[in-house]
């Protein structure tokens, strides 16, 4: 180990180091962009396909909310073994293998002509896209060891690009070319990535001799981990909240149409990408836990205006100050475990995304269940205390990294 006795020169050090592997990996940071943008995809394409299915296939919309929980149980599968795939053989054959699953699932979801056959398709769709998701973020993390938080929030934007991309396209061509071809245009965007990992350079896997299973049952048990797994279990809860029924929610409470709501939901997205682009300037002067704070403060602020909104116009401010809040929040703690974890990152994302997969499925229908007979607005005073509970996780974080300093 080198020891530094001058301060300049190791941070010299460290960033000429930063910018060689940023070079040595440029296309490789194209690539993963470009799968945070099919995970983009993925995330939007259920919802935004479902009009479609109903149509061309015929089922119930109860049954509909079983394809959610298909596609989410592929994610939480996904999200299970990657990580220690990914420590101990690399990146490049897993993110190859998880491309192909996914372009696989839309071409077969083009092909289904009755509803048993979907949420087969739906549960490979949500494991190629939990894997892809993952490993994207946590090789992000290895290859970007001095601007993790601004390159992991720059990779938040193509995911929303991909989130944005989806139901305005679906929206605009369905009509004319019909939900088969939009399937199989589907299909070719998902395959970009997979010619993209093919030919980038990785780096060597971090356990080639093999994984120590002392040293993963420690980093599992280790309790800053699983505070950084419950901040994102609650914002993962508030990303699918708002995802979900901020439509709903507006067209309840101040009747609008369908497409209002959607254009506000739209409102949504932006600002979280707009936000997600200031995090990563930001990032060089905010440290990661005031980050996290400051958006979790935000955003706890502008949900409960959403709440309390009069008008229509005030709402769509509330739901796009949400977002910006948002924003930050998921890539700047993913941020700070790569840093802590940094011999086992891979494992470590495993752990924090299938906590965070389990909140996006749980919050959503906690809401379900209070709007059922209190109404939707009753349900979004979840994110309001799932906010407060993010700057008070980040609080002991940081209470217990100047314990150990």
Not at 54 to 76: C, P, R, T, V, Y
Not at 195 to 205: D, I
Not at 321 to 339: E, I, N, S, W
Request: with cysteine; aromatic share 10%.
């Amino acid at each position: 180990m080198i020891r530094w006795k001058n301060a300049a020169l190791k941070t010299a050090f460290h960033r000429t180091a930063g910018r060689i592997m940023a070079t040595q990996h440029k296309g490789l940071v194209l690539s993963i962009n470009a799968g945070a943008f099919v995970f983009g995809l993925i995330m939007a394409s259920l919802g935004a396909l479902l009009p479609g299915l109903f149509q061309s296939i015929g089922f119930q919309k109860a049954e509909a909310g079983d394809l959610f929980l298909a596609m989410n149980f592929g994610m939480l599968l996904g999200s299970v073994f990657f990580g220690p795939v990914c420590d101990r053989f690399g990146y490049k054959t897993l993110l190859l293998l998880s491309t192909l699953l996914i372009s696989g699932a839309f071409a077969s979801l083009s092909q289904v002509t009755t509803y048993q056959n979907i949420p087969v398709t739906l549960a490979a769709l949500g494991l190629g896209g939990g894997v892809l998701n993952g490993a994207a973020n946590a090789l992000t993390s290895d290859i970007s060891p001095e601007r993790r938080q601004s390159a992991l929030n720059l990779l938040g934007i193509y995911f929303g690009l991909g989130a944005l991309f989806t139901p305005l396209f679906i929206g605009t061509v369905l009509e004319q070319v019909g939900l088969r071809w939009v399937l199989y245009a589907f299909v070719i965007l998902t395959l970009a990535p997979f010619f993209l990992f093919l030919a980038a350079q990785y780096p060597a896997p971090k356990h080639q001799e093999g994984l120590s299973r002392s040293a993963l049952v420690r980093m599992v048990r280790n309790p800053m981990l699983i505070l950084f797994g419950l901040m994102l279990f609650c914002q993962s809860g508030n990303e699918f909240v708002m995802g979900g029924w901020i439509s709903s929610y507006l067209g309840d409470r101040f009747d609008l149409s369908p497409r209002t709501s959607a254009y506000l939901l739209s409102g949504y997205w932006a600002a979280i990408m707009a936000g997600r682009l200031a995090a990563s300037r930001l990032s060089r002067m905010l440290p990661p836990a005031g980050m996290v704070v400051a958006s979790a403060l935000l955003s706890m602020a502008a949900a409960s205006g959403l709440i309390f909104s009069p008008h229509p116009a005030l709402a769509g401010i509330a739901v796009a100050l949400t977002g910006l809040g948002f924003a930050a929040v998921f890539p700047t703690v993913l941020a700070q475990v790569g840093a802590a974890f940094s011999n086992y990152s891979g494992t470590a994302f495993s752990v924090i995304f299938v906590m965070a997969l389990t909140g996006g499925m749980l919050a959503p229908w906690s809401v379900g269940r209070i709007a059922q007979t209190r109404g939707i607005g009753s349900g979004l005073w979840i994110v309001v205390f799932a906010c407060a509970a993010i700057a008070v996780l980040q609080a002991l974080v940081r209470s217990r990294e100047e314990r150990v300093k």
